[in-house]
T-cell receptor, first 110, second 115 residues
Framework: LAKTTQPISMDSYEGQEVNITCSHN???????ITWYQQFPSQGPRFIIQ???TKVTNEVASLFIPADRKSSTLSLPRVSLSDTAVYYC???????????FGAGTRLTVKP | ETGVTQTPRHLVMGMTNKKSLKCEQH?????MYWYKQSAKKPLELMFV???????ENNSVPSRFSPECPNSSHLFLHLHTLQPEDSALYLC??????????????FGPGTRLTVT
């Protein structure tokens, strides 16, 4: 079971770029890395997924180094509405072995 | 709107009551999930169904009983709950083989309070 470690909380200001790093030292060859966002009293929402190198979509970028033992979610120019909990998950999707951790609570200030 | 609906949104029940939570997905997915989220705790995966068959039960107490009559509907039957079962119960669905490679779409959740 691949375990992930993220900072418990982060603060930022509007307009800044935010990078949240997740450690997953025992990631397996077949594992993917997935990030979700959750607002209070709502279900998580998929943000981005990757296997290696860099993935970018309209919301965020995901950077994965060659050894894949960590990954970084990058949110460009955050706004107050990006205040949420961000979860990093690792797994291959076949054995239901991916679990949500505690996540990182991001607070964006004006 | 994610295409996954849950009813009721809020539920207060006594420990001797029997109630059911309902989840419906309008996405054509074939896998559905129940999660529990307690205050200040990570999301806990409770049950997974694929093509209406249960494929995982994460050691959930028998007072929680899931039912998946078809690929679009998922129920969680509750009976003789404990106050510590008070939590946000989330339903999710995904396409294809159950797992996390396939993006999960979550419903808004049911806020359950056991008195």
């Amino acid at each position: 079971l691949a375990k992930t470690t993220q900072p418990i909380s982060m603060d930022s200001y509007e307009g800044q770029e935010v990078n949240i790093t997740c450690s997953h030292n025992n990631i397996a060859t077949n594992d993917y890395i997935t990030w979700y966002q959750q607002f209070p009293s709502q279900g998580p929402r998929f943000i981005i997924q990757g296997y290696k190198t860099k993935v970018t979509n309209e919301v965020a970028s995901l950077f994965i180094p060659a050894d894949r033992k960590s990954s970084t979610l990058s949110l460009p120019r955050v706004s107050l509405s990006d205040t949420a909990v961000y979860y990093c998950l690792v797994g291959d999707g076949w054995n239901n072995d991916m679990r949500f951790g505690a996540g990182t609570r991001l607070t964006v200030k004006p | 709107e994610t295409g996954v609906t849950q009813t009721p949104r809020h539920l207060v029940m006594g420990m001797t009551n029997k109630k059911s939570l309902k989840c419906e997905q309008h996405l054509g997915h074939n896998a559905m999930y129940w999660y529990k989220q307690s205050a200040k705790k990570p999301l806990e995966l409770m049950f997974v169904y694929s093509l209406e068959e249960r494929v995982e039960n994460n050691s959930v107490p028998s007072r929680f009983s899931p039912e998946c009559p078809n690929s679009s509907h998922l129920f969680l039957h509750l009976h003789t709950l404990q106050p510590e079962d008070s939590a946000l119960y989330l339903c999710a669905s995904s396409q294809g083989i159950p797992g996390w490679i396939n993006e999960q779409y979550f419903g808004p959740g049911t806020r359950l309070t056991v008195t």
